[in-house]
């Protein structure tokens, strides 16, 4: 099960945001709090919030819902930081010119998942069962694709 939770409008840059973002994809979420209020970055008190949100969100469904949720196994499956409209401004330049800038501005979202009790997400590892069946599929496929084209083009230069 995947809890989320969403900062949108957040007047930092996407790409600033990222650098956060980052350095907690993948970690438990305690470890991830560590993480945000040792780092230095001024977008790290608003990801520390929008990662408590999220706690929130799975605790609510946990003793609300009856839904069953360890949060001590909750760990960050996702965070991303995608662009918002940009606001367009104008400084004064010499001479009576006007020099444009832009102001960028962000959408937070963090998704944190369940890890199951081996380590992994149940998720990831319903992903490696099926991709080890369908690779070799894919894969014979391909190659009887590549000896039927083959075939074709050595019949057409025999005909000439």
Do not use: C, W
Not at 33 to 52: C, D
Not at 145 to 153: D, I, L
């Amino acid at each position: 099960m995947e809890f989320r939770a969403e900062a949108r409008y957040m007047r930092v840059s996407p790409q600033k945001a990222r650098l956060v973002l980052d350095l907690i994809k993948g970690q438990r979420v305690e470890e991830a709090r560590n993480t945000l209020l040792f780092t230095k970055k001024r977008v790290a008190s608003t990801v520390g919030k929008l990662l408590q949100s999220a706690i929130d969100n799975a605790n609510f469904l946990s003793t609300e819902k009856g839904v069953d949720v360890d949060l001590d196994q909750l760990y960050v499956k996702s965070a991303v930081a995608n662009d918002g409209p940009r606001m367009k401004r104008i400084r004064p330049a010499p001479m009576g010119r006007a020099f444009r800038y832009v102001r960028r501005i962000a959408h937070l979202e963090i998704v944190l998942a369940e890890k199951n009790k081996n380590g992994q997400s149940h998720a990831t590892v319903v992903g490696e069962e099926e991709h080890k069946t369908a690779a070799p599929k894919a894969a014979a496929k391909k190659r009887a694709a590549v000896k039927k084209a083959g075939a074709s083009k050595k019949k057409a230069v025999a005909k000439k």
